[in-house]
């Protein structure tokens, strides 16, 4: 790293720790571009991509207390999810509806992550709905400290919620509302806005008249920071500050993580329609993962010898959790009928 | 045990929960020092403190979301909305993220969450402090849906939705917060969400209503008994997701006959269901029509008293409505 980096969270990671954050980000990606592969020759109904923003979340995910932080993800999140302990056999049985996806039980689309072993909230379609809730389960976090059951230092509990969204999804009011209740009770919230300037078709300057969504903070008395998305080390450190003052009763952070989505929408979109292919293609260039590759390589890190082994080891990772899917059976049709309601508890507390 | 009224029994089942478990909390709007508009968490907020009796912002989408949130966490949250006629912002919440936890997520994640409204008409409330809402949500899988009509039942059935594991819309008379009064006894009791109530027993035609219709029809049926020597059996629904369907046709099987009764309007409400399993279920035991008396289809309670009058069944047009059957 640079001298001037020193007083930066991510100047203590270890080698071996920026390795791990590579790792997952080019796994991500292997098995993101499966995906689109894999709907090409139509053996799967759908793909949502988290193509570009993979520094975004591997730099988030870093930060948590993961499997015991709350996480109430968004679409998008691939690679977050990876890196909270997803496998990519998990992904793969949800892209072919498979008997015991991990998520759903292969009721839910591809994406609509959640895992309660992770302590991941199963999300929904309709957008910016997980963030009142991740403020409601700040306010749990915060509810059981202070009435003193549980120790607020105590990191085998959650300590703060973290939830993820893209930009189109803060014009929602369920947004606003989740924010203004995180400003008011000082919430142990941070939510991530990954913004890739397009809310599928419609770009960023038709959802706000304000040039960041961060700016918006100060509304809600909550503290706002603007990071290049891209940069995987700079997301690692404005999280670690969000995440440090959610753990020491400092209150909600709104980070917003400035990236690109360089492939459509999802497998039902295409982005010819709305901007031109120029565009797309500078802005590959600038994505997270070359960008994160040619620092680790500068630093020495990165060895050519240690990339090729990578690109083989996410080939046969994603191939092999291809066949596991492949191989696996359907859920019966009577599946759907099941975990409409909850049953009792055998003993009331 | 001791004489209350409908909302003293609200009040002592919240009271007696949040004293019972730690997780219990109580948010929504006015909810603290105010004690709620209608005064049901009065003294709670002096009792347990602002960290467990939570002033809500004024937005109903978020009471909500807040309590899914801690649900989720496993508090078990009770959410106010201060009139059913404001849930609809926080819809969204209730049916999509709610509704479908647990099967979206296959069974991992449960939503133990309740969600209080006083509901209905007959208090000057006009269109937006008077709506009956129940409808919107029986019809979605994954909800329970409660409504008492008695002081005992309010107390038993909100300590059990309480202590169920899913999300629970317990929708209050709010007509008969005050007016319906009734014996609650000291012991710990519950009532077990899903059972109907078979209110009075009778021969000749069996009543299906709830909350206030349940409460007028009762005094329909005595004033029927008394004057006409009609001998109708009242159900009180109580809770109108899951059905008690076994209670329902074993009725009608006796009887032969049904009316339901209802103050939401009268097309696609409540009453529809009732009617739809009498014809599927127990078409060989009707001796006559299933008929329906109900709110007319028009957008809400209005204000004025002779149009609100107009609006709302009461024990006497429940008791023309028993006359016509009987002597179908």
Same mark, same amino acid.
């Given at each position: 790293?640079?001298?001037?980096?020193?007083?930066?969270?991510?100047?203590?990671?270890?080698?071996?720790?920026? $390795?791990?954050?590579?790792?997952?980000?080019?796994?991500?990606?292997?098995?993101?571009?499966?995906?689109?592969?894999?709907?090409?020759?139509?053996?799967?109904?759908?793909?949502?991509?988290?193509?570009?923003?993979?520094?975004?979340?591997?730099?988030?995910?870093?930060?948590?207390?993961?499997?015991?932080?709350?996480?109430?993800?968004?679409?998008?999140?691939?690679?977050?999810?990876?890196?909270?302990?997803?496998?990519?056999?998990?992904?793969?049985?949800?892209?072919?509806?498979?008997?015991?996806?991990?998520?759903?039980?292969?009721?839910?689309?591809?994406?609509?992550?959640?895992?309660?072993?992770?302590?991941?909230?199963?999300?929904?379609?309709?957008?910016?709905?997980?963030?009142?809730?991740?403020?409601?389960?700040?306010?749990?976090?915060?509810?059981?400290?202070?009435?003193?059951?549980?120790?607020?230092?105590?990191?085998?509990?959650?300590?703060?919620?973290?939830?993820?969204?893209?930009?189109?999804?803060?014009?929602?009011?369920?947004?606003?509302?989740?924010?203004?209740?995180?400003?008011?009770?000082?919430?142990?919230?941070?939510?991530?806005?990954?913004?890739?300037?397009?809310?599928?078709?419609?770009?960023?300057?038709?959802?706000?008249?304000?040039?960041?969504?961060?700016?918006?903070?100060?509304?809600?008395?909550?503290?706002?920071?603007?990071?290049?998305?891209?940069?995987?080390?700079?997301?690692?450190?404005?999280?670690?500050?969000?995440?440090?003052?959610?753990?020491?009763?400092?209150?909600?952070?709104?980070?917003?993580?400035?990236?690109?989505?360089?492939?459509?929408?999802?497998?039902?979109?295409?982005?010819?329609?709305?901007?031109?292919?120029?565009?797309?293609?500078?802005?590959?260039?600038?994505?997270?993962?070359?960008?994160?590759?040619?620092?680790?390589?500068?630093?020495?890190?990165?060895?050519?010898?240690?990339?090729?082994?990578?690109?083989?080891?996410?080939?046969?990772?994603?191939?092999?959790?291809?066949?596991?899917?492949?191989?696996?059976?359907?859920?019966?049709?009577?599946?759907?009928?099941?975990?409409?309601?909850?049953?009792?508890?055998?003993?009331?507390? | 045990?001791?004489?209350?009224?409908?909302?003293?029994? $609200?009040?002592?089942?919240?009271?007696?929960?949040?004293?019972?478990?730690?997780?219990?909390?109580?948010?929504?709007?006015?909810?603290?020092?105010?004690?709620?508009?209608?005064?049901?968490?009065?003294?709670?907020?002096?009792?347990?403190?602002?960290?467990?009796?939570?002033?809500?912002?004024? @937005?109903?989408?978020?009471?909500?979301?807040?309590?899914?949130?801690?649900?989720?966490?496993?508090?078990?949250?009770?959410?106010?909305?201060?009139?059913?006629?404001?849930?609809?912002?926080?819809?969204?919440?209730?049916?999509?993220?709610?509704?479908?936890?647990?099967?979206?997520?296959?069974?991992?994640?449960?939503?133990?969450?309740?969600?209080?409204?006083?509901?209905?008409?007959?208090?000057?409330?006009?269109?937006?402090?008077?709506?009956?809402?129940?409808?919107?949500?029986?019809?979605?899988?994954?909800?329970?849906?409660?409504?008492?009509?008695?002081?005992?039942?309010?107390?038993?059935?909100?300590?059990?939705?309480?202590?169920?594991?899913?999300?629970?819309?317990?929708?209050?008379?709010?007509?008969?917060?005050?007016?319906?009064?009734?014996?609650?006894?000291?012991?710990?009791?519950?009532?077990?969400?899903?059972?109907?109530?078979?209110?009075?027993?009778?021969?000749?035609?069996?009543?299906?209503?709830?909350?206030?219709?349940?409460?007028?029809?009762?005094?329909?049926?005595?004033?029927?008994?008394?004057?006409?020597?009609?001998?109708?059996?009242?159900?009180?629904?109580?809770?109108?997701?899951?059905?008690?369907?076994?209670?329902?046709?074993?009725?009608?099987?006796?009887?032969?006959?049904?009316?339901?009764?209802?103050?939401?309007?009268?097309?696609?409400?409540?009453?529809?269901?009732?009617?739809?399993?009498?014809?599927?279920?127990?078409?060989?035991?009707?001796?006559?029509?299933?008929?329906?008396?109900?709110?007319?289809?028009?957008?809400?309670?209005?204000?004025?008293?002779?149009?609100?009058?107009?609006?709302?069944?009461?024990?006497?047009?429940?008791? @023309?409505?028993?006359?016509?059957?009987?002597?179908?």
């Amino acid at each position: 790293m640079t001298t001037n980096a020193v007083a930066r969270a991510s100047a203590q990671l270890s080698e071996q720790a920026l $390795l791990e954050m590579f790792w997952i980000m080019l796994l991500s990606r292997r098995l993101d571009e499966r995906a689109w592969a894999l709907h090409r020759q139509g053996k799967i109904a759908f793909h949502i991509s988290g193509m570009g923003h993979e520094a975004a979340q591997v730099g988030a995910a870093f930060t948590l207390n993961r499997g015991i932080d709350y996480v109430h993800p968004y679409y998008r999140d691939l690679a977050l999810m990876l890196a909270l302990g997803i496998t990519p056999t998990d992904f793969m049985m949800s892209l072919f509806a498979k008997k015991g996806e991990y998520s759903s039980g292969a009721r839910q689309m591809p994406s609509h992550f959640g895992y309660k072993p992770l302590n991941v909230v199963s999300g929904s379609a309709p957008v910016a709905t997980q963030v009142p809730q991740a403020a409601g389960l700040a306010f749990a976090i915060k509810y059981r400290q202070q009435t003193g059951l549980v120790d607020p230092q105590d990191a085998t509990q959650p300590r703060v919620a973290f939830t993820s969204l893209g930009e189109g999804s803060t014009s929602q009011g369920e947004w606003h509302e989740g924010m203004n209740w995180a400003g008011v009770h000082k919430l142990p919230l941070v939510c991530l806005v990954q913004n890739n300037i397009y809310a599928i078709s419609v770009p960023v300057a038709s959802q706000m008249a304000v040039a960041n969504v961060a700016d918006r903070a100060a509304a809600y008395g909550v503290t706002g920071v603007v990071v290049d998305g891209n940069d995987v080390l700079a997301v690692y450190d404005v999280m670690t500050e969000a995440v440090e003052r959610a753990y020491n009763g400092g209150g909600a952070t709104l980070v917003e993580a400035k990236t690109y989505r360089p492939v459509p929408h999802s497998s039902d979109d295409d982005d010819r329609s709305y901007r031109t292919r120029e565009e797309v293609e500078a802005w590959k260039e600038k994505g997270p993962i070359n960008r994160f590759r040619r620092t680790l390589e500068a630093e020495g890190i990165l060895t050519p010898e240690i990339l090729e082994d990578y690109e083989i080891r996410a080939r046969a990772e994603v191939d092999h959790a291809q066949a596991n899917a492949e191989a696996a059976p359907y859920p019966e049709g009577e599946d759907a009928l099941g975990d409409v309601y909850a049953p009792a508890d055998e003993v009331q507390p | 045990m001791t004489q209350m009224t409908l909302i003293d029994a $609200l009040r002592l089942a919240m009271d007696e929960e949040l004293a019972r478990d730690p997780r219990v909390f109580i948010t929504g709007e006015d909810v603290g020092v105010r004690g709620g508009v209608f005064r049901a968490t009065q003294g709670l907020h002096e009792k347990y403190g602002g960290a467990r009796i939570v002033d809500s912002p004024l @937005a109903e989408l978020s009471i909500v979301a807040i309590g899914i949130g801690a649900a989720l966490a496993d508090l078990r949250p009770i959410c106010e909305i201060q009139f059913a006629d404001f849930i609809h912002p926080a819809f969204n919440q209730i049916v999509n993220e709610a509704a479908k936890m647990y099967y979206r997520s296959n069974g991992q994640w449960r939503v133990p969450l309740v969600i209080r409204a006083p509901y209905g008409g007959g208090i000057s409330g006009g269109l937006y402090h008077s709506q009956s809402v129940e409808a919107f949500f029986t019809h979605v899988p994954g909800l329970k849906v409660v409504i008492p009509s008695t002081p005992y039942d309010a107390k038993g059935l909100l300590k059990s939705a309480v202590r169920d594991p899913n999300p629970v819309l317990f929708f209050e008379p709010k007509k008969g917060y005050r007016a319906i009064k009734g014996d609650v006894p000291s012991d710990e009791y519950t009532v077990p969400l899903g059972p109907a109530r078979v209110a009075r027993a009778g021969r000749d035609l069996s009543v299906f209503a709830y909350g206030m219709m349940a409460y007028y029809t009762e005094i329909a049926a005595e004033k029927v008994a008394r004057e006409d020597g009609i001998d109708a059996e009242v159900i009180d629904l109580r809770t109108l997701l899951p059905l008690d369907k076994e209670t329902i046709l074993n009725s009608v099987k006796k009887t032969g006959k049904a009316l339901v009764v209802y103050e939401d309007n009268r097309t696609m409400g409540f009453g529809a269901e009732v009617a739809a399993l009498l014809a599927d279920e127990g078409f060989e035991t009707l001796d006559a029509p299933v008929k329906r008396l109900a709110a007319p289809d028009v957008p809400s309670v209005p204000f004025s008293p002779p149009m609100q009058e107009y609006f709302m069944p009461n024990p006497d047009t429940i008791a @023309a409505a028993i006359r016509d059957l009987a002597g179908y």
